[in-house]
Structure formats: C-alpha cells, structure tokens
C-alpha cells in the first residue's frame, strides 16, 4: 500500500475519530445538530465524492465519500431525535441549487462545476448551523470541526490528482471549519465573561 492509501486510511480514521463521538452527544442529547444543514453536507458531499473518482481523485477521494455517508446518517439521526428542524427559504433555496448539480454535471460534461456549485450550497450549508452555535455556543461540539479540518488537510494530501475539481472541496469546507471554530470559540468566551459578571468583550 503506497503512502497515499495509507494518508487515505488516516483521513477514513479521523473521520470516525469526529463522527462517534458526535452522533454520541446527538443520541445523548447534548448537542443538537440542524437537521437541513446535515442533509445539505451529506448530500453534497457524496455528489462531489463522486466528482473527484471521476477526475483521478484515486484514494483521496474516499474519506469525502465515507464523510457524506455518514453526514447523511446524522441528518435522519438530528431528525429522528427532533432537534433543530427549523427550516427557513434560504435553506431550502441551498437544497434546491445542490439538487442542481447533477444535471449541470451532465450538460457540461465536467465534474469542475458540479464540485464548484456543490462547493458554494455546502459553505451556505455551514449558515444555519453557525446561526444556531452562535446563539447556543455550548450546543456544539468544536472537537468535532477540529478533526474535521485535519480530515480534509489529509484527504488533499492523498489526492492522486491535484485540479480544481479534487482540491477545491476540502479546501474550502475545511477553511469553513476553521472559522467556525474561531467564531464560536468567541462567543462562548464572552457568554462565559457574562456569567462571571466580567467585562463583555
């Protein structure tokens, strides 16, 4: 096994080194994940999955696949426990476009705008549940984006063809954890200076 199946099976292992433990606080109640922004993950996730085996994406490509899985088993999961189902227009307008992607894949005959249109409604995905983190910080577990923008970094290492259409997902979801992880880690310092009674940042 060459070093990219190896640098495959170590994104494949951060990805359930996330994901346990997340569908663990969702079946525990602790965390409560909004259910439209999973089913947008999943489903553009898998599609782009997809897009990279059909550009020579080779080994890198399957941590995207088992993440859109299992994205897609954590959205029946949040809605099965009814966490947070509110759904708004915009929501719906991301399905929507995401739901497009495919046909735009067939009559351009390139996997590139797929990927890119996928790309953009997967980082809008990223809206409701920033909305919710921001005003319930404590119902979102940031180790789980952690692992996650390591998982991407990993699975673009194991890319056995660098363009576009394999690189610009995991770039830019992985750069969306990062700043999720920045802002709610903000805003739960200053929730916490507010309960101490200290100073609002």
């Known amino acids: 096994m060459g070093y990219r199946e190896w640098l495959s099976a170590a994104a494949i292992a951060l990805t359930f080194a996330g994901f346990v433990p997340y569908i663990r606080t969702v079946r525990q109640g602790r965390v409560k994940p909004h259910v439209f922004s999973w089913m947008i993950w999943g489903s553009t996730t898998f599609v782009v999955f997809l897009a990279q085996l059909s550009d020579g994406g080779g080994a890198g490509a399957w941590p995207i ?28 307008g991301c399905f929507l476009v995401a739901t497009a992607s495919l046909p735009l894949w067939y009559l351009s005959a390139d996997p590139f705008w797929a990927v890119l249109v996928l790309t953009t409604v997967d980082l809008a995905g990223f809206g409701p549940t920033l909305r919710k983190a921001l005003a319930h910080p404590f119902e979102e577990n940031l180790t789980f984006f952690i692992l996650f923008a390591l998982r991407n970094l990993v699975a673009i290492l194991a890319l056995e063809r660098y363009t576009a259409t394999t690189v610009l997902f995991p770039a830019a979801t992985g750069l969306a954890c990062v700043v999720l992880i920045a802002l709610v880690g903000l805003r739960r310092q200053r929730v916490a200076a507010s309960r101490d009674g200290g100073p609002m940042a």
């Open 65 to 92: 696949g088992v993440s859109g899985l299992v994205t897609l088993y954590i959205a029946v999961l949040a809605y099965g426990r009814r966490s947070d189902t509110r759904i708004t227009r915009t929501d719906w």
